[in-house]
T-cell receptor
């Protein structure tokens, strides 16, 4: 069983569309994250949630909205997609803040 | 400002040769330290981590890393590289204690190429 799973793995969409990426972890962790990897492979945190509560929002445009229906799920919704949103988005989780973070396989988003 | 530097953007080694990937960090105090590996088209896999204790830590796939406080470094090593080790390697740091939000700061990555 995959510990942190995200869907879809690949997504190609047009500018202006709205899309969602779903993430689920079956590790029983309290904290979940979204990281973005840009075209230069630089990784940066976007959001983190602890027990469904937002604890980090790294000055991400408000077109990006995370939603955590329960502590095992953290979805990422993106409105009005722009070319610059093309990236790999990684979901991750950890037992709590300050512990080892485990990453999903990534979702490759291409905006055309 | 907190930062992580991986000085080598690209390294090529021959299969069977030893490997050392460098990582230096700038942080207010000793952070938690991690190395992750990303194979082409894949996610990030944790290789090893340092929280406290022995400064030489062992990880998966035969990797080890040594924390040197005086040099603010956490270099990754492997005595004999296999072709399957070709990948992108990321060093990362996280805060300790009350500053800990779980946020990791990553280096820019080192691409490892392995020659047959």
């Amino acid at each position: 069983d995959t510990a942190v799973s995200q869907t879809p793995k690949y997504l190609v969409t047009q500018m202006g569309n709205d899309k969602s990426i779903k993430c689920e972890q079956n590790l029983g962790h309290d904290t979940m994250y979204w990281y973005k990897q840009d075209s230069k492979k630089f990784l940066k945190i976007m959001f983190s949630y602890n027990n469904k509560e937002l604890i980090i929002n790294e000055t991400v445009p408000n077109r990006f909205s995370p939603k955590s229906p329960d502590k095992a799920h953290l979805n990422l919704h993106i409105n009005s997609l722009e070319l610059g949103d093309s990236a790999v988005y990684f979901c991750a989780s950890s037992p709590h803040t300050g512990n080892t973070i485990y990453f999903g396989e990534g979702s490759w988003l291409t905006v055309v | 400002a907190q930062s992580v530097t991986q000085p080598d953007i690209h390294i090529t080694v021959s299969e069977g040769a030893s490997l050392e990937l460098r990582c230096n960090y700038s942080y207010g105090a000793t952070p938690y330290l991690f190395w992750y590996v990303q194979s082409p088209g894949q996610g990030l896999q944790l290789l090893l981590k340092y929280f406290s204790g022995d400064t030489l830590v062992q990880g998966i796939k035969g990797f080890e890393a040594e924390f040197k406080r005086s040099q603010s470094s956490f270099n990754l090593r492997k005595p004999s590289v296999h072709w399957s080790d070709a990948a992108e390697y990321f060093c990362a740091v996280g805060a300790r204690g009350s500053s800990n939000t779980g946020k990791l700061i990553f280096g820019q990555g080192t691409t490892l190429q392995v020659k047959p």
